[in-house]
C-alpha cells in the first residue's frame, strides 16, 4: 500500500510571491491535516479537511488556505509569502480524522523563502 | 488554551536503559498521540490513544485522563531509537480551531 506522498519535496520562493503545495494520502483515507514546522515553533496544526470539506482550522492568517478534492488529494496554498513562512509543511492521512484514528504523515516539503 | 508539556527536553542514555518521557496537558482531550521524528523529517505515528495502555514491541505508552498525564516508555533501548519523540493532543473544547497541539518534544539519545 503507497504512502503519503508530499510534492514537491523542496521549494525556494521569494517573498510575496505564492507556493501550491500537494498531498495524496493513503487509499482509503478521507481526512487529510496539515502542519507547519520551524525550529522556534515546533509543530503546529494548519487545517483539516475531510470528504473534501474543511473540518478545523488552526491559528494561521488567511494567507494559508488548502481545499480537498473528491479524491481525497489535497492542496495548500500560501499567498504573499512571508520570510517566517520557511518551516517544512507535513500532511498526514488518516481515515476518519486527528482524533479518531491513527495518522499517517508525508515526508514533507521544505519550504525556504528569500 | 491548550498547553502540552513534555518532560525532559533532552535525554541521553546507554543502551539497554528503559527509557521514560511524560507528557501533560491541560485541558480535557478526545485523543493524545506519540509520534516519533528521525532526522530528516520523517514522522512516524507510535501510538493513538484515548484511556488505559497500549503495547507495540518495546514500545508502552498509557495516559491517565484524571491527572491529564501521558508517559511512552521504551524497555531495552537501542541505537535506533535515538530520535525525537512528540506528544500531541486533541482536545474536546469544540470550536473551529480544534486540531491538534503538539508538546516541543523529547530528543533521545541512545549511546551504544
Known amino acids: 500500500k503507497a504512502g503519503v506522498t508530499q510534492t514537491p519535496r523542496y521549494l525556494i520562493k521569494t517573498r510575496g510571491q505564492q507556493v501550491t503545495l500537494s498531498c495524496s494520502p493513503i487509499?482509503?483515507?478521507?481526512?487529510v491535516s496539515w502542519y507547519q514546522q520551524t525550529p522556534g515553533q515546533g509543530l503546529q496544526f494548519l487545517f483539516e479537511?475531510?470528504?473534501?470539506?474543511?473540518?478545523n482550522k488552526g491559528n494561521f492568517p488567511g494567507r494559508f488556505s488548502g481545499r480537498q478534492f473528491s479524491n481525497s488529494r489535497s492542496e495548500m496554498n500560501v499567498s504573499t509569502l512571508e520570510l517566517g513562512d520557511s518551516a517544512l509543511y507535513l500532511c498526514?492521512?488518516?481515515?476518519?480524522?486527528?482524533?479518531?484514528?491513527?495518522?499517517?504523515f508525508g515526508n514533507g516539503t521544505r519550504l525556504t523563502v528569500t | 488554551k491548550n498547553e502540552v508539556e513534555q518532560s525532559p527536553q533532552n535525554l541521553t542514555a546507554q543502551e539497554g536503559e528503559f527509557i521514560t518521557i511524560n507528557c501533560s496537558y491541560s485541558?480535557?482531550?478526545?485523543?493524545l498521540h506519540w509520534l516519533q521524528q528521525h532526522p530528516g523529517g520523517g514522522i512516524v505515528s507510535l501510538f493513538m490513544?484515548?484511556?488505559g495502555k497500549k503495547k507495540h514491541g518495546r514500545l508502552i505508552a498509557t495516559i491517565n485522563i484524571q491527572e491529564k498525564h501521558s508517559s511512552l516508555h521504551i524497555t531495552a533501548s537501542h541505537p535506533r531509537d535515538s530520535a525525537v519523540y512528540i506528544c500531541a493532543v486533541r482536545s474536546t473544547s469544540g470550536g473551529g480551531a480544534d486540531g491538534l497541539t503538539f508538546g516541543k518534544g523529547t530528543h533521545l539519545i541512545i549511546q551504544p
Open positions: 485541558v480535557g482531550i478526545s485523543a
Open positions: 490513544l484515548s484511556s
Open positions: 498526514a492521512s488518516s481515515y476518519a480524522g486527528q482524533g479518531n484514528s491513527p495518522l499517517h
Open positions: 479537511y475531510f470528504s473534501e470539506t474543511q473540518r
Open positions: 487509499s482509503g483515507h478521507r481526512s
